[in-house]
């Protein structure tokens, strides 16, 4: 038997208090949300991961937190992402919640130990009390998971107050209140009925930058930028090439291959606050359009709109603020008038009802070209109002036909020419519309008699006869300038959402767009087994029905639907040929959907301000190929395409290689039969790529530049710089 004196018994409880220090430390160390590199926790008050199934909006989406190791404390959270008539845009958060405020400003930012099922994107946010609103501000970071873990850290200086947020809440601190957090938490987003994982392992608040571990770049992990560098325009290799291109300079000067000014513009998105003009600008877009069907809920006067079959009000960055966001940045902006006639009455205490018509439309002529002194000449009267009955299914039972819509078309563009006409006649507003979707195979609407089935056939007979007609139309106003229209090829599963065709059947598919004798196999967006030929009928229907109208396109993607993840170089490709088709075939106006975005699919900058593969190839576009449009013809068509433009003298050269394989290839400038300054040189396309070739109006400098963009940059196997 031992007998401990009192001196023993002191000895014991200081090594039980020791004992008692370093297991809580040990445990700190293995906490998955721990303060100063693990150093010990932060007080997480319940410490419990919640699920918030439909992000405040009614989604249905289904959300659980397992545990993977009690141990270690990490967990997955599993979901299943499912939309709603009332909410098409199924998401879910994971989140801790404080019971009181936390302050967080001494740690410089997050470091996640995770990892997921694919490689997809997803959000780390902080819910932080707004101090001018007292309103709870989102706040977060983007970045991308793979199907590995690994360490992610995403510094505090890369958060950003969520886009959707900001026009809806004037008045808040445009600041990060880091010392007012209420919550953080994981944010996904994605289509209907998809299903996934994350797996997280920890979550650590730093104080300092990791040394082993850079801050998450988004932009280069999604792709690198163009490849940029010089060629040798005497390296020259025919005995070497199959292969050839051939470019004709003699026509440059015939005034029929104009290239529009408005050939290059975007979609911006509307339920967002505008994107950053730094990452913008150097897109070097001439139009940005306000459209879409939240437009035609929108009250132009109080910046209000609600979403289908919902009564909370939401607002909008106002025009005023868009409108200088464009010249800014170089841009017109194209406004889309309210056609559906709906929205919150700011008369009668915001209540959502039929409240707006043709003199709101003339009064918003007078507010901005008078009252405020804008001259904006370009004006959109709806979106797809035959499928308004789809849409906007809250107030809308029926169909619209193509006779109801003209005569809404009619009255609204009549006010809008008249109250320009008072107000200065010398600037001519230009008319856009029906911005009709393909919803409707072959552009038809049932509701027509039989000899009256084709829309936009009979829309433009209308047209025309109205600009004749005396009584109605005295001052003989052409009511329509510009004809409009939206086409999402799509190449998927409608209720799986899965890719249904390979590369090189959607690359393939171009050919809808142009060629009379290519038979539609692969796009479900025009009929199957039909001839699409789409520019070419568009161009005849206005040729033979109402001369003198232009073309627009004024939404156009692969995939109308959100959050389908094609492969981002089918993408990048399919619209590079594309924006050759439309410059070739006299396209006057095109506004690409989306300028930005929540889904990176569609975007070409994200709802945090990061450029996405698809902004690569509009900007090689948009900054080079203008002037005059030139005879280009290549001997592998439909696998080597090739554009060329003479802009100033300068010649610009696009090639498109859809195949998964590269093309050493002779490059043949002929300059005309009298002339002795023809160039020809050979280059190596690479495999599913862009290329953009400039060769200086100085024929004596023997280099050109060249910028490269596909595969290779974005699957990251090269390093570049980008020169844009």
Same mark, same amino acid.
């Given at each position: ?66 545990? *993977? ?34 302050? *967080? ?258 009064? *918003? ?61 010398? *600037? ?297």
């Amino acid at each position: 038997m031992i007998i401990f004196n009192c001196k023993n018994r002191i000895i014991i409880k200081r090594i039980i208090v020791v004992l008692v220090f370093l297991i809580g430390f040990i445990l700190c160390e293995y906490s998955y949300a721990a303060l100063e590199k693990g150093e010990r926790s932060l007080d997480f008050d319940s410490g419990h991961w919640k699920v918030l199934n439909d992000s405040g909006w009614p989604g249905a989406s289904i959300g659980y937190v397992e545990t *993977l190791n009690e141990k270690k404390h990490s967990v997955r959270f599993k979901y299943t992402l499912k939309a709603t008539e009332l909410w098409l845009w199924p998401e879910i958060d994971f989140f801790i919640e404080f019971d009181e405020l936390k302050d *967080l400003t001494e740690y410089t930012g997050v470091q996640l130990d995770i990892k997921g099922e694919k490689r997809e994107e997803v959000y780390f946010y902080f819910l932080t009390r707004d101090k001018d609103t007292e309103l709870l501000k989102p706040c977060w970071c983007r970045f991308m998971l793979t199907d590995k873990y690994q360490k992610i850290y995403l510094p505090f200086s890369q958060f950003k107050i969520a886009k959707d947020w900001i026009p809806r809440h004037r008045g808040f601190n445009p600041s990060i209140e880091w010392n007012r957090v209420k919550s953080f938490g994981f944010h996904k987003k994605g289509r209907d009925g998809e299903q996934g994982n994350i797996q997280l392992l920890k979550v650590t608040f730093l104080q300092e930058e990791p040394a082993e571990i850079s801050a998450l770049d988004l932009e280069r992990a999604r792709s690198l930028p163009p490849e940029h560098f010089l060629i040798n325009l005497t390296n020259n290799s025919p005995e070497k090439t199959d292969i050839k291109i051939t470019i004709h300079n003699s026509n440059s000067l015939q005034e029929d291959k104009m290239l529009s000014p408005y050939l290059y513009g975007a979609n911006w998105g509307v339920w967002l606050d505008l994107p950053d003009k730094k990452k913008v600008a150097p897109l070097g877009l001439k139009l940005i359009r306000a459209g879409g069907p939240f437009m035609d809920r929108y009250n132009w006067r109080s910046s209000k709109y609600t979403f289908p079959a919902n009564e909370k009000l939401l607002t909008m960055t106002d025009l005023d603020e868009f409108i200088q966001y464009c010249r800014q940045i170089g841009a017109e902006p194209l406004i889309q008038i309210n056609a559906l006639g709906y929205a919150p009455d700011e008369k009668d205490r915001e209540k959502f009802m039929k409240c707006m018509n043709a003199e709101d439309a003339a009064d *918003l002529v007078r507010y901005l070209n008078k009252e405020r002194g804008y001259n904006i000449k370009f004006f959109e009267i709806g979106n797809e109002p035959f499928i308004w009955h789809d849409v906007h299914f809250d107030v809308r039972k029926t169909p619209c036909s193509i006779k109801e819509y003209f005569e809404i078309f009619k009255k609204i563009s009549m006010a809008i020419k008249e109250a320009q006409a008072e107000i200065n006649p010398t *600037l001519q507003i230009k008319i856009f519309g029906p911005a009709i979707s393909t919803s409707f195979l072959n552009w038809q609407t049932p509701s027509l008699e039989a000899n009256e089935r084709h829309a936009i056939e009979y829309f433009l007979q209308k047209c025309h006869k109205f600009q004749n007609n005396q009584a109605e139309n005295p001052e003989g106003f052409r009511i329509l300038d510009v004809l409009s229209f939206h086409l999402f090829p799509s190449f998927r599963n409608q209720l799986t959402g899965e890719i249904k065709e390979d590369v090189s059947h959607i690359l393939e598919s171009t050919q809808t767009w142009w060629n009379h004798s290519y038979i539609n196999k692969y796009d479900s967006s025009l009929a199957y087994g039909e001839v699409g030929e789409v520019l070419p009928k568009f161009k005849k229907w206005i040729e033979a029905n109402y001369a003198g109208t232009e073309l627009a396109i004024t939404e156009f993607n692969i995939e109308s639907q959100l959050m389908i993840d094609y492969d981002p170089v089918v993408k990048v490709l399919y619209l590079a040929d594309l924006y050759g088709i439309m410059a070739k075939y006299g396209v006057d106006y095109t506004t690409q959907f989306c300028l930005n975005s929540s889904d990176h699919n569609i975007a070409l900058i994200d709802e945090t301000d990061n450029i996405t593969p698809l902004y690569y190839p509009l900007a090689l576009y948009s900054l080079n190929f203008k002037g005059t449009i030139l005879d280009a013809g290549s001997s592998l068509p439909e696998k080597l395409n090739v554009y060329a433009c003479n802009n100033r003298d300068n010649i610009i050269i696009m090639v498109v290689n859809k195949e998964k394989q590269s093309f050493y290839t002779e490059v043949i400038l002929e300059e005309g039969p009298e002339s002795e300054d023809s160039i020809s040189f050979s280059h190596n396309f690479p495999a599913l790529s862009l290329t953009c070739i400039k060769i200086l109006a100085n024929k004596s400098n023997s280099l050109a530049e060249c910028w490269e963009y596909g595969e290779q940059q974005i699957n990251g196997t090269v390093d570049n710089n980008s020169g844009l």
